[in-house]
């Protein structure tokens, strides 16, 4: 697993250098079906992560390679998930709150996940049975790593202590919901003191993750490429993804795509 990994974050910095090529021109941005956005720099890193992920001899399912058939793919015992570029309405508004999403899947469940942050330079990493990790000037770490453990052992464990924070929640900069508030509104009876933080693509997990928010809740449509990476680091860290209605783990490679509601908590 860790040297499956390694090679996840090895290419999740090549993705990003894709990605920031676009990000640093006028580029253009095209609308899928769904009407959410697309561009060249979605494409570009796709391509970058499969072509390298492809000598694991795992299958790979990316939001831009989706149209494999669920007979083929409820098969699989091991694979990758990714979601080249998960925050496109951020990268299109350039506010840097976008990131690269890789997942190491064994049947319904991440197991391991990378997410990097291209504009920041910052890293996640989180490993099932061996803890979740956040690391900085990634670019320049890799020169001098030649492994995950190197890597790892030039990192912050997570969560992190924050201390004298409020209890607080996060929730998506793009797609709040009526749902979403009076969740919130039910959590101020608790917490009165209670701070809200909003940001993009899969950094509310990292939120989580790091110990900077309390919960996420989030009753609004996503897909199983958007979490899965920040649902192998939250829970190596400590927290729990589950499914709003069930309150099971929330669970992967389904027919539908599409995520059930969930809530992230610490």
């Known amino acids: ?12 910095v090549v993705a990003g250098k894709a990605i920031l090529d676009v990000y640093n021109t006028e580029f253009e941005v095209q ?25 694991t001899g795992l299958p790979i399912l990316s939001e831009e390679g989706r149209d494999i058939a ?15 570029l998960d925050g496109t309405k951020e990268f299109v508004n350039r506010n840097g709150e976008f ?48 492994s995950l453990h190197d890597l790892i052992t030039n990192s912050i464990p997570l969560p992190a202590k924050v ?9 998506s900069r793009s797609h709040m919901s009526p749902e979403t508030e009076a969740y919130i509104d039910e959590l101020k009876t608790d917490h009165p003191d209670l701070d809200y933080a909003s940001r ?24 199983e490429w958007d979490t899965a990476a920040g649902q192998a680091i939250a829970e190596a860290s400590g927290a729990t993804v589950v499914n709003a209605h069930t309150k099971q783990r929330l669970n992967y490679n389904k027919e ?7 809530i992230v908590r610490r």
Request: with cysteine; net charge negative; proline share 5%.
């Open 1 to 12: 697993m860790q040297k499956l990994l390694w090679e996840a974050v090895k290419v999740s």
């Open 31 to 55: 609308n899928k079906s769904d009407d959410s956005p697309l561009t060249e720099a979605d494409m570009n890193s796709h391509h970058a992560i499969a072509a390298a992920l492809e000598s």
């Open 70 to 84: 669920y007979e083929e793919r409820s098969e699989w015992k091991a694979y990758w998930l990714i979601d080249p």
């Open 99 to 146: 990131t690269v999403n890789i997942a190491l899947m064994e049947g319904e469940f991440p197991i391991a996940g990378v997410i990097y942050i291209p504009v920041s330079d910052e890293m996640f990493v989180g490993l099932q049975d061996k803890g979740s990790y956040k690391c900085s000037d990634i670019r320049s770490l890799l020169q001098s790593c030649h």
């Open 163 to 171: 201390l004298g924070r409020p209890y607080t929640v996060v929730c």
């Open 200 to 223: 993009g693509s899969s950094l509310k997990l990292c939120m989580v993750a790091e110990g900077k928010a309390d919960v996420y809740p989030r009753f609004a449509p996503t897909m």
């Open 256 to 262: 539908n795509l599409l995520n059930e509601w969930f």
